[in-house]
């Protein structure tokens, strides 16, 4: 059939994903398309063409794809395949991820079913960050719960749901997991010293916070680029929100002295706003 290619399989992977060499070019691809794995063995060659390919991988830089191939004679051939399976579909929804992804999803799925297995429990403290912060990324994270039950008959929990959405924004911000937790974790922080300094303690799953915690993420951001922004209000605010202009003002502080980034007073009212609708609700 015309536009079919010619593949060694290096592995299958599962029904619907294998490594196979594009006989060719001699490249070592991922394939990941209904059904191209199911009956196949190592060692096979078969035809596919584009219809039978939904997605397809090889961009590997050289240190990437060394990792992969010890992460393939590691971790259960399984794990690896639904992990493809993730990524393909997280890939349809944000376009291309960053290579890396490829082995650290593995290898986090491979683990957290480990630990499963083993009855350990590791919960996320930051589940309603994420929620908040990356809505999108959560919902792949969801049908990647789905797959892996239907897969692998293994129940991850709502924290690893979690887990895995901080893989996916990471890789579409082409960042390490452990910056995008370190910013995560910086965002709850802010939020807390507004709890504390107004005596209250917000409902992490609901809108308030939810706007919250995104406005002062796009502020941190709109200040880290310099693309500042005028505040009409400002004087205002300054004088009918006085007591939440001096939180928004401690909150200015804290972000100069943590990531030397200097907040605009321009920010800080739209802040002291957001702080103002908290205070109403809680009184």
Known sequence: MHGEKEYLIT?????????AIDNKSKEEVVLVGKGIGFGKKDGNIVKLGEKDIEKSFLSFDEKTKNKYDQLVKEVNRKVIGVSEEIIAIAEMEFGMLN???HVALADHIGFA?????????????????????YPNEYQVAR???ELIKDRLGIVISESEIGFIALHIHSARESKQVI?????????????????????TKLDNSGLVY????NHLRASISRMEKKKYIENPLLDTIKEKFSDSFDIAKKIGVYINKEKNIYITDDELGYMALHIERIRETTD
Not at 210 to 213: D, H
């Open 179 to 199: 910056d995008t937790i370190k910013d995560t974790k910086f965002l709850k922080t802010l939020v807390n010293i507004i709890e504390e300094e107004l005596s």
């Open 113 to 133: 079913i480990d630990r499963i297995k083993m009855g350990l429990d590791i919960s996320n403290p930051f589940i309603y960050e994420i929620q908040a912060l």
């Open 11 to 19: 592995k299958t992977l599962n029904n619907n994903v294998i490594l």
């Open 99 to 101: 290579s890396n992804i």
């Open 143 to 145: 049908k990647a719960q």
């Open 210 to 213: 939810s706007r919250l915690i």
